[in-house]
């Protein structure tokens, strides 16, 4: 299984679309094996699912993310976690252990890109 979050500096970005990157952890059973960076290749409405789609990402975790993105990582079937926050490494240990959950929210406001996790 292979997890994507949006990252910015060391902590999961506010905004999904404007992150400067994504970790890219790889899971065996409850056990990150593998962890890599991947720059964010540029903020194109509907671009970012497809591009992570094409990595074989199976769930994606961000602080805030517009309806549209979410609406097609669903279609793909890809899970959606937003409303994380925090270190990039302590999500995913709250993920690995059941313990984050997604806010559900929408972000609307993105000419406000910094101020977008609510």
């Not at 964010?40 to 309806?67: A, D, T, W, Y």
């Amino acid at each position: 299984m292979k997890i994507a979050v949006a990252r910015e500096g060391e902590y999961v970005s506010k905004h999904f679309g404007y992150c400067e990157g994504f970790m890219i952890y790889e899971l065996e059973g409850d056990k990150v094996v593998k962890e890599e960076f991947v720059k964010n290749p540029g903020h194109r409405p509907g671009f970012l699912p497809n591009f992570l789609k094409e990595l074989e990402i199976e769930v994606v975790i961000s602080g805030g993310m517009g309806e549209t993105a979410q609406w097609l990582f669903n279609e793909n079937n890809i899970e959606v976690i937003v409303g994380a926050e925090g270190h990039c490494g302590h999500v995913i240990e709250q993920y690995l252990k059941g313990e984050l959950e997604s806010t559900g929210s929408i972000c609307r406001q993105h000419q406000h890109k910094d101020i977008c996790h609510e």
